[in-house]
């Protein structure tokens, strides 16, 4: 039997099928038109390395881990509460513009099982439980990061969105510091 396609042909239908695939802002726009866009309140890091020592919030976030140790974990609080919303509101998460990546550059993301205040210390050993897995992020040092498996994160517009940020691999360091385009956000969608 005579093959039925070249390799030009084959080529040709490859790079149309990768050209189609969505991308991670094809993913995240799929939630609806863009109604707000919210930045961290605070972050607070716990430390392994000093694992009994109290942290407060703060406007910078560090996500570390070092040979397996000296892990550093971030908690975070977004106010959703004035946001316009619909019953068929997404959310996503994004990490923009971070200052430092290094490692995989990948960080995990998951709910907290407790509220958390800016004015509240916690500790290594002493904060509210990681709750529910939220997802993997491909943190890039110029640009958004991208959701690696769970695109919509759970949309809390009835009291504070907390999280923790947790690095993913055992060599990872992230840090980015609250701004206007720096830092953590939820993009609201309807």
């Known amino acids: ?26 993913k995240r726009v799929a939630g609806g038109p863009l109604v707000a866009t ?20 703060s ?11 000296n892990e550093k974990d971030t908690l975070v609080s977004f106010d959703l509460t004035g946001v316009a919303r619909t019953a068929g509101s ?15 550059g990948h960080t995990q993301l998951f709910t907290l099982g407790g509220p958390i ?11 509210p439980f990681y709750d529910q ?19 919509s994160i759970p949309c809390r517009f009835d009291a504070k969105s907390q999280y923790v940020f947790r690095p993913q691999n055992d060599n990872d360091y992230i840090t980015f510091t609250q701004g206007a385009n720096t830092g953590a956000f939820i993009e609201v969608r309807n």
Not at 1 to 23: C, E, I
Not at 117 to 127: E, M, V
Not at 133 to 151: K, P
């Open 90 to 104: 997404t959310c996503n998460l994004i990490i923009r513009n971070p200052t430092t990546v290094t490692g995989s």
């Open 117 to 127: 205040s800016a004015n509240t210390p916690l500790t290594f050993y002493q904060h």
């Open 59 to 69: 406007q910078t976030a560090v996500i570390q881990r070092k040979n397996g140790n």
């Open 133 to 151: 897995y939220a997802g993997e992020y491909n943190v890039n040092l110029n640009g958004d990061s991208n959701a690696i498996d769970v695109f």
């Open 38 to 57: 919210v930045g961290a309140e605070f972050f607070t890091v716990v430390d392994q390395a000093n694992p009994n020592t109290p942290a407060v919030g």
């Open 1 to 26: 039997m005579k093959n039925v396609f070249s390799l030009a042909t084959l080529a040709a239908v490859l790079a149309t099928l990768a050209s189609a695939a969505p991308t991670q802002f094809d």
